[in-house]
Each structure stands twice: as structure tokens, then as C-alpha cells.
């Protein structure tokens, strides 16, 4: 945005300043043109404006555009009309006697509304830069102020999610240390690491996808510890994942349902895990078995955590990402994509 920003303020600069180069009768005069007092008032006239649009711009907007401060808004407006107005008459036409003298005997009036009647050009182009500047000043106020709500929305979201698996994990750890199993180290290690990442990295807008990756690895791993040898977990990761960047957390939740609703110690059951990855997208497709009833599958709190991370997509990736969820032949499959270009 503070490109963009930059970018225009210099368009706006050059057409400004280039309007009585181009519009004064005397243009083929070359040089010669920035010697003729007539069109120095003019050009002096139009960088008067150039510095209002940017007083008002950082000065006169941030300070009084507001509703108890109209007044002296509405006064700092007419002061900077009566100068760009005024002040090129005072130091060119005065000087250098471009006009020829008023009459003596015309009402002092006179002088005002024959400078009102050379200068109804400037007076609209100054409208023109007034509310210009004003529109683009309004503009990004309500951009900074959509990015601050979308900020607040999006770490609302995260502080629903970060807990909530890690709780479910301890929980797992909790009973492999009351039966005193050899995992229990390693999977304590795993959760260390796990936790540092939902803690520290989830504060990033983005992070490599080999380190997300790493950490659904851990996950998959500490999940494993609670399922038999009835449910068969197959993970695979396709393509390179070195050089890309995502933003945190958005997988997890699909693959923690999967585990949460397709294992099963009386049947048997499968998780399908498969990230592939290409130039400037990523793929995830995570398929299990259903071993639990509509009613189970469709839990409040599973819905919950499913809209949560589909607003974070929508907030993070808007018209990047597809996700598609199947269920059929007693088989969900959650696919989604996302374009990391």
C-alpha cells in the first residue's frame, strides 16, 4: 500500500505541474516559457496546489477533518483557497503589471470579482485537487481500518484454535506417562516443539511450509500414539517444500478431524494423508474412514472449528483457494488448494 501511495503522489505531481506547461499558448517558446511572468503566475498557481494536496493530505485531514473540529477545517480550506487565489496575483501580476490598471475610479469591489472572474478556472481544478485529496485520504483509512478488523478477527480465530488441539495432546501424553511407556520422552519432545511453534510462529502472517509441514509431522506422531493397529495412517508429502511460504496453521484442523472421526479400535479404518506441492500451490487431501454416526461427525464444536478456518482462508487467500468436501461410500475426503502465488 505505501507503494501505491508513493506511486500516485508522484503521478499527481507531474500531471499537476505539467497542466500550464501544456494548456499556456506559448508552449513552442521552449525555455523561454519559464521567463514570461504570465506564466510563471500560472505555474506558481498550480505548485500553490500541489502543496495543498499534500498539507491537507498529512496536516489538515489528520488533524481536523473530524466532526467537533469543522470550523477550523472549514477555515483552513478557505485560507488555502485565498492564497492559491491571491498570493500569484500579489507577486506576478502586481510586479510585473500583466493586467492593465484598474481603473481609479471603480469600487474596490471591483478588484475582487475580477479576480474571482481570471481565476474560476483554478477555483474548480482546486475543488478538484481538494477532493482528490480527500477521497484517496478516506480511502486508505477505511483500508487500515478493514486490515485492523481482519488482524482482530484473524487472532480471534487462532486463540480458538491454539488451544484446542494441544489440550487434546496432553490429554494423549497424560496417559502413555500413567502406563509409563518408552514413547512417553520423545513424545514430550514432540510437544514441546509442537507448542513453540502454535505459540511463536502462529503470530506470523506466514511461515515456511517446511516448518508448517514439520509440525503436522510432529502432530501426526503424537496423534499416532493413541490409535491401534486397526486404523492404517498413510502420510506423504510430494514436491518442494523449501522455498514456499503459508500462512500458519490451516491444515491441522483437517487432519485432526480425520483422526478424531476415522479411528477405530473394532473395525478397520484408514487416514489418507497427502500434501503435494508445485511451483506456486499446495495441495492438501486428507481421506478417512467414517467410523462414527452423522449426529458425532457433525458436533458443534467440529463445525465450529471447520468455519473458523474457512473464514481465516477467506481472509488470508480471498479467490485463492478451493476446498472441497466428499462424503460418500462411507469415506470423507476434505481437498484443499490454495494459490500461494
Not at 39 to 67: D, E, I, Q
Not at 176 to 192: F, G, H, Q, V
Request: charge should be positive; aromatic fraction near 14%; hydrophobic fraction near 45%.
Amino acid at each position: 500500500m505505501k507503494n501505491k501511495k508513493i506511486t500516485i503522489h508522484w503521478l499527481l505531481s507531474f500531471l499537476i505541474l505539467s497542466i500550464p506547461i501544456l494548456s499556456s499558448p506559448h508552449l513552442n517558446e521552449g525555455w523561454e516559457l519559464f521567463l514570461m511572468p504570465h506564466f510563471l503566475r500560472n505555474f506558481f498557481s498550480y505548485v500553490l496546489m500541489l502543496l495543498f494536496f499534500f498539507v491537507h493530505y498529512y496536516v489538515l485531514f489528520p488533524k481536523l477533518y473530524h466532526p467537533k473540529k469543522w470550523t477550523q477545517y472549514t477555515v483552513a480550506l478557505i485560507i488555502s483557497c485565498l492564497l492559491i487565489f491571491y498570493l500569484p496575483q500579489f507577486l506576478f501580476s502586481i510586479e510585473n503589471n500583466i493586467h492593465p490598471p484598474l481603473s481609479t475610479n471603480s469600487p474596490p469591489g471591483n478588484i475582487f470579482f475580477r479576480l474571482i472572474y481570471f481565476n474560476h478556472g483554478i477555483f474548480f481544478q482546486y475543488i478538484a485537487v481538494w477532493l482528490l485529496s480527500l477521497f484517496l485520504k478516506l480511502e486508505e483509512r477505511l483500508q487500515i481500518t478493514t486490515q485492523q478488523k481482519l488482524t482482530a478477527e484473524l487472532n480471534f480465530l487462532k486463540a480458538k484454535i491454539n488451544p484446542h488441539f494441544l489440550f487434546n495432546t496432553l490429554n494423549n501424553i497424560y496417559a502413555l506417562a500413567l502406563l509409563k511407556a518408552e514413547e512417553t520422552p520423545d513424545s514430550i519432545l514432540k510437544l514441546s516443539q509442537l507448542t513453540r511453534y502454535v505459540v511463536t510462529e502462529s503470530e506470523s502472517h506466514t511461515v515456511l511450509l517446511s516448518k508448517e509441514i514439520e509440525q503436522i509431522e510432529n502432530f501426526i506422531a503424537l496423534q499416532k500414539l493413541r490409535i491401534s493397529d486397526k486404523t492404517k495412517v498413510n502420510y506423504k508429502v510430494i514436491g518442494n517444500i523449501e522455498s514456499q511460504k503459508i500462512a500458519p496453521l490451516l491444515f491441522i484442523n483437517y487432519i485432526e478431524n480425520a483422526f478424531k472421526y476415522g479411528v477405530s479400535t473394532e473395525k478397520p479404518s484408514h487416514i489418507n494423508i497427502e500434501i503435494e506441492v508445485s511451483d506456486f500451490n499446495v495441495n492438501l487431501a486428507v481421506e478417512n474412514t467414517i467410523v462414527v454416526n452423522r449426529e458425532q461427525l457433525q458436533t458443534k464444536n467440529t463445525q465450529e472449528g471447520m468455519n473458523n478456518n474457512l473464514k481465516r482462508l477467506k481472509i488470508l487467500y480471498p479467490e485463492k483457494f478451493n476446498l472441497q468436501i466428499i462424503e460418500e461410500n462411507n469415506t470423507y475426503c476434505c481437498k484443499l488448494y490454495i494459490d500461494l502465488s
